[in-house]
């Protein structure tokens, strides 16, 4: 370890303990906050071990023994303090400087963009901060624009060929993912310290693998379903089916344990029936608005013959995409709040550190439907304001829960390992192009 600690300070102090309450769950607890405050939930036991996510703090059960030490639950909900307005400026001259310089200046608009978000994020009134390198982020993309393009029209030159960029994908994939971790969380900090990620060859071929697998299969199906037959392709996209939640769930496992802030690791217990559980939720979501809009657009049609005539091509064209986008709009709120669920409520952070998602589904919604339709009709325009709201109820939905006031908490920076964050190879800015850093 460095000889140096970095304390964290300028914290108020924690609040007289409030009269014993009934039970409430942690997260219950966090919720009922305004966003920055501090919880003295009731006595639990002490020592403990780190309360799993859900779990009951201060019920009757949990009371000490008399002269028995206590530890008090102190929870603090990240705040967002971004707007719609003042990220739309940013976004419209990133936009127009991007097309100006032919994507050239899309590194430093994402740079610029992951910097805003960072800035406006706080934890118990605390921003965080983005350091990334442009010129890191625009070479990795080319890289990966280079690999993207060879097996997109690799079978195109030869099957020799094709077969040559599938391994390459295989090979390099694991690395991009993992370098594109690397690269966003080694610069990203918190009042002056750096996260980190630290992975190891072994389990990131491990982890990554399963969902290339998943990739090729569903890749194959799609391309070559018509010459297999109804069964083949079934069984093929019924094993993609199978794999992709395990696979998922494998893939954020990876993510967490190797993720660092200072010399603090984090941890994740994977809950593999979790993962199938949020696929089954997303897929029902999926039929019950794709049925739905289906019937809606069939009604349509069959309003418009009995009117005297034919739907137009347009129309007829127009009404399966508008049932995929409805379809997506219904199901991706679902999944994005229950995936964070998931993966935020078996996540923690040594030194008992814990965190809670309670992201609400309903308002997910609401907002993704209410202002995806005012982002549609207004030609894309209303777009920075609809990513300001979505990412202010996720963000404003996890909650940040320790032992002891977090001012009590000291952090030392980790040992330095060769090149720093904004040294380090390529490949590491060269992830995001896949959408490797991003969603997953």
């Keep these: 370890m460095i000889e140096s600690n970095t304390e964290l300070t300028r914290v108020p102090k924690a609040p007289s303990p409030a009269p014993a309450r009934g039970p409430a769950s942690v997260r219950a607890a966090a919720a009922a906050r305004p966003a920055g405050a501090m919880v003295a939930s009731s006595p639990a036991p002490a020592p403990s071990p780190a309360l799993p996510a859900g779990s009951t703090a201060g019920s009757p059960a949990a009371t000490p023994a008399r002269d028995t030490p206590v530890t008090r639950r102190h929870a603090w909900r990240l705040e967002f ?16 400087l991007t097309l100006a310089t032919l994507g050239v200046y899309s590194a430093w608009a994402k740079r ?13 009134g605390e921003p965080f901060d983005f350091h990334g390198d442009p010129r890191r982020i625009l070479v990795g993309r080319v890289l990966a624009l280079a690999l993207l393009l060879a097996c997109v029209h690799a079978f195109d030159w030869s099957l020799a060929a094709g077969v040559a960029a599938l391994a390459a994908l295989y090979v390099l994939g694991p690395m991009l993912f993992a370098g594109a971790q ?18 190891v060859a072994v389990p990131t071929y491990a982890s990554c693998l399963p969902l290339l697998v998943a ?4 890749a194959f199906v799609v391309s070559l379903g018509p010459d297999l037959g109804p069964w083949v392709s079934g069984l093929i996209g019924l094993t993609a089916a199978l794999l992709l939640p395990i696979a998922h769930g494998r893939l954020r496992q990876f993510q967490h344990r190797h993720a660092r802030y200072g010399a603090l690791a984090f941890h994740f217990h994977l809950p593999v029936e979790a993962f199938y559980g949020l696929y089954l939720r997303v897929g029902g979501a999926l039929i019950v608005a794709g049925a739905v809009t289906a019937l809606i657009g069939a009604g349509v049609s069959l309003g418009w013959k009995l009117a005297g005539g034919a739907p137009p091509e347009g129309l007829r064209t127009a009404l399966p995409l508008v049932a995929v986008a409805v379809a997506w709009a219904c199901a991706w709120p679902i999944y994005i709040a229950r ?18 998602s309670d992201v609400s589904v309903v308002a997910l919604l609401k907002t993704v439907l209410g202002q995806g339709l005012l982002t549609v009709l207004t030609l894309g325009l209303y777009w ?39 040294r380090g190879p390529a490949v590491d800015g060269a992830g995001d192009t896949f959408g490797l850093d991003v969603g997953w």
């Design 81 to 96: 303090t971004g707007t719609g307005a003042d990220y739309f400026r940013i976004w419209i001259v990133n936009t127009l």
């Design 112 to 124: 610029r963009k992951a910097r805003w978000f960072a800035r406006h994020t706080l934890l118990a």
């Design 384 to 422: 920075p304001f609809l990513a300001v709201r979505i990412a202010k109820l996720r963000i404003e939905g996890l909650s940040v829960m320790t032992d002891a006031p977090i001012g009590g908490i000291v952090v030392q920076a980790p040992p330095r390992r060769g090149p720093g964050p904004a």
């Design 339 to 356: 995936q964070q669920q998931v993966v935020w409520n078996n996540t923690r952070l040594a030194g008992g550190i814990e965190f809670a």
């Design 182 to 199: 690397r690269f966003k969380l080694g610069n990203l900090s918190w009042r002056g310290l750096r996260f980190g990620f630290q992975p």
């Design 215 to 218: 990739w090729t299969l569903v």
